[in-house]
């Protein structure tokens, strides 16, 4: 215990405090460390690119984690079962997750040009569209596109989780099942899905922490464009602390960041703690 | 009698290599990624030159105001410091950098310095620092394809609407063959090659502090409605909405754009590896026949707070602003001088457009506004959404004055 809580202290509880202490401050990069009480988080309050570009974010997490989630899991029971075939497209599906996250982007960033891009002339090949769409050029066109590109990225990484936990359950009590006379979609539904929830939290919170920080695939793909529309909440702490140097306001802007993630983590852990419960 | 005299000077010969090696110092100099190779060459030659040596380290062009900031604040900083020009007030607002007045006031040289560059390096008075290796904008057009086109290829164009004109007939060639190009979504891209039209044209861009007024005069509006015209007529590719800069030099080397606003680096670019191209270079004009301007970029060179080599630091500045330095280190390798007045020498002599390249530096501006990254450079700023919501969107009056009030309120912080 006494290991875990000083790594615990030294590596979260004291940073965190050093980031509470400057987001009291305006410190900036070009001069300026006064104490200014709670100015930063009022100006936070007032601050509509922050308040658009969170929106934007949460909107992200609602659309990408129930795409991940159930792509993830009908993968894993697509490939759960040991053969050989099932093994390499788990590899498959699987290998776009040890890629880095900046890496990924940038090759979905070119697949998806408009004059250079495989996808584009697959598509008008395929005679599915007549000219080359330009992918970011508005902001639903690059918001599906980068939800394309982190769906390609991360879903291997939920499937691999579920296949654990389904292969984690009891085969007797699927076998028993299946003696009662119950479906393929009636032992999914009735046994497979309640007895692999806690995995389904788990895979959910990683899902939905790590798209309301999402950061990476939107600076290198869509530039925060066309006209600020893409901007997720981290890339406009970025923009605050390492283009405008104001590390004060960039640290409240973590700090409101970091509050709001922890509420609706802990709401999501206890609802889904009672639901196992009943 | 004559071989004692050889044997003494030959002792004091040694003695004195050997006091200069004794004495001889080492500097550190930090440079911004991009200004790495010009600066490469300035250093060579010092270096070749002087007994006492220059140390170069690169810095990441993101990381430098942070490397700069900290390093100052902990007394750990290089001698000299060669940066991006934009960040001069910034840094001497914030008291980074050593007050050069006095120095380059009283240097010859200094005088023929281009005008922007003197204005970047002054706050409250005081001069901070020297034009280092330099980069200016310019307008480049296809000959050929002005040929092709029925234009006179010896004949650029004289006004943004002349711009206009041409593009329209290099378009009508068809196909892929477009007759204008600019990166849509890379704010720097477009401070750099678009700004200076309006600036031309008789407008101000940016506001030096909250009182200032922020893109003013008719220029301004002028410029993006042409240019919302050339993009609603499709004169320029639909791929240049969406560029953040990464095609912003290679689009003009396919040979299928007829005119483009670009950086004086593209000409040795163009020259390397696409030599057939039969491109012609001039100013960048506005909307009169007769008004040119430019953007004067590149790196300047200052002396940080903290230098432990300070004097050594400042004979290098002299140095550098000398006949010897400019043409030398940088006209030598195609680099143009911070004087403008060199533009004509024999390493330039053989191609004109260097030349002209070289003159623009002297009719160019460069704005002298704390906060440039919020307000031009930022993947949020007022300018590059003005530029899009007046280009893309068509709607040219909302977007200046939006971006007026967003660049005021960012100047008055």
Known sequence: MAPALLFVGLFVMIPLGQLVAVSLTDRSLLGGDRFIGFTNYWRIWNDSNFWRALVFTAKYTLILTPILMVLGFLLALLTVENTSLKRVTRTIVFLPVVIGLPSSSLLWFWLLDEQVGLVNKLLVELHVIREPIVWFATAPLAFWAVVMSITWKVVGFGMVLFIAGIQSINPDILEAAVMDGAGYWSRVRLIILPLTRRVLLLTTLISAIGSMLAFDQFYIMTSGGPRGQTFTAVYWIYQNSFISFKLGYGAALSIVLTLIILFFSTMQIALTARSVET | ?413
């Open chain 2, 1 to 413: 009698m004559m071989r004692t005299c050889g044997a003494l000077a030959a002792l004091l010969i040694g003695s004195s290599a050997f006091a200069a090696a004794a004495f001889a110092d080492t500097m550190t100099m930090w440079v911004r990624a991009s200004g790495v190779n010009a600066a490469t060459h300035m250093v060579d030659l010092w270096n070749s030159t002087h007994p006492d040596k220059i140390e170069l380290t690169t810095i990441p062009d993101n990381q430098m105001v942070t490397k700069l900031a900290t390093g100052v604040q902990a007394g750990d900083v290089p001698d000299l410091v060669s940066f991006d020009l934009i960040y001069m007030p910034d840094f001497m607002k914030a008291g980074f950098l050593v007050d050069l007045t006095d120095q380059l006031k009283a240097d010859p040289n200094y005088a023929s310095v281009a005008q922007a560059y003197k204005d970047i390096a002054t706050y409250e008075g005081k001069l901070y620092g020297a034009g280092f290796t330099p980069d200016v904008s310019i307008l480049v057009w296809n000959k050929d394809l002005f040929k092709k086109a029925g234009l006179d290829p010896e004949k650029p164009p004289q006004t943004v609407d002349e711009i206009h004109a041409d593009a329209k007939k290099i378009r009508a060639l068809g196909g892929d063959t477009y007759g204008f190009y600019f990166s849509g979504a890379c704010p720097g891209c477009n401070i750099f090659a678009v700004s200076p039209m309006m600036v031309a044209s008789g407008s101000k861009m940016l506001p030096a502090n909250g009182n200032d007024e922020a893109l003013t005069g008719e220029g301004v509006k002028d410029v993006l409605e042409t240019f919302k015209e050339m993009w609603g007529e499709g004169l320029v590719p639909k791929s240049a909405q969406t560029d953040n800069g990464a095609n912003f030099t290679a689009e003009f080397k396919t040979g299928k754009i007829g005119i483009q606003g670009t950086g004086g680096f593209l000409l040795s670019d163009l020259k390397k590896e696409v030599p057939n191209l039969n491109f012609g270079v001039t100013f960048l004009p506005g909307v009169k026949a007769g008004q040119v301007s430019s953007f004067v970029g590149g790196d300047v060179v200052a002396i940080p707070k903290g230098s432990k080599h300070e004097a050594l630091a400042r004979k290098f500045i002299s140095w550098e602003l000398t006949d010897e330095a400019q043409l030398e280190g940088l006209a030598k390798n195609n680099i143009v001088p911070s004087r403008p007045a060199l533009a004509d020498n024999k390493y330039f002599a053989a191609d004109p457009r260097v030349v002209v390249t070289a003159k623009a530096i002297g009719v160019g501006y460069v704005p002298w506004v704390f906060h440039f990254a919020d307000m031009v450079n930022s993947d949020s700023s007022p300018w590059i959404n003005m530029f899009q919501r007046a280009i893309f969107d068509g709607d040219v009056d909302g977007a200046i004055k939006e971006g007026r009030e967003k660049m005021k309120e960012i100047a008055g912080q």
